[in-house]
T-cell receptor
């Protein structure tokens, strides 16, 4: 699971700015998931993507949040006009292609800790 | 949708004793149940998982049991060591849904 990479590891933004979080899945993984963890709480699902497709965005706020996973490059979680309540750790996870053994197993990246001032 | 409840929220045990953390889930269509360990400021790390066609799984000092009828599963850690201190999360996936639904977490402290 050390193969899932996220950057930046720490991000500080002022209210109203944009935050852009990046995730590179493990080699060979084409499923990417984003989760949010508020301080002292569990992880909450936000969005599930495959290359060039959003499969499930049921956990993502309708406004200000968007996600993409382009054909080339990392997955990006974008938060526009950040507010203090957006301060949290954002974790990305990836899993293998469908059809293989262990396709449900999700491996997490180190997270991006977003602080909104 | 799926809901996962985890108990206790905090657990303190003496080094060498066993620790048990329990989770219940609501959706009988859930078929995959991983456990993650998260140390302070670190990523969640998969420590063991179980699928719905299996009742128990062991990996050295760690074991997970699943009772599909009662819709609950448990993590058992034997011969606890100080490095087992962390927050542990259970989770469930509904077949075909792919998203993990997490419990609230258990802060486990091992006292030397």
């Amino acid at each position: 699971n050390a193969g899932v990479m996220q950057n930046p590891r720490h991000l500080v933004r002022r209210r109203g700015q944009e935050a852009r979080l990046r995730c590179s899945p493990m080699k060979g993984h084409s499923h990417v998931y984003w989760y949010r963890q508020l301080p002292e709480e569990g992880l909450k699902f936000m969005v599930y993507l495959q290359k060039e497709n959003i499969i499930d965005e049921s956990g993502m706020p309708k406004e200000r949040f968007s996600a993409e996973f382009p054909k080339e490059g990392p997955s990006i979680l974008r938060i526009q006009q950040v507010v203090r309540g957006d301060s949290a750790a954002y974790f990305c996870a990836s899993s293998p292609r469908p059809g293989g053994a262990g396709t449900d197993t999700q491996y997490f990246g180190p997270g991006t800790r977003l602080t909104v001032l | 949708g799926e809901n996962v409840e985890q108990h206790p929220s905090t657990l303190s045990v003496q080094e060498g004793d066993s620790a048990v953390i329990k989770c219940t889930y609501s959706d009988s269509a859930s078929n995959y149940f991983p456990w993650y360990k998260q140390e302070l400021g670190k990523r969640p790390q998969l420590i063991i998982d179980i699928r719905s066609n299996v009742g128990e799984k062991k990996d050295q000092r760690i074991a997970v049991t699943l009772n599909k009828t009662a819709k609950h599963f448990s993590l058992h850690i034997t011969e606890t060591q100080p490095e087992d201190s962390a927050v542990y999360f259970c989770a469930a996936i509904i077949q075909g849904a792919q998203k993990l639904v997490f419990g609230q977490g258990t802060r486990l402290t091992i006292n030397p």
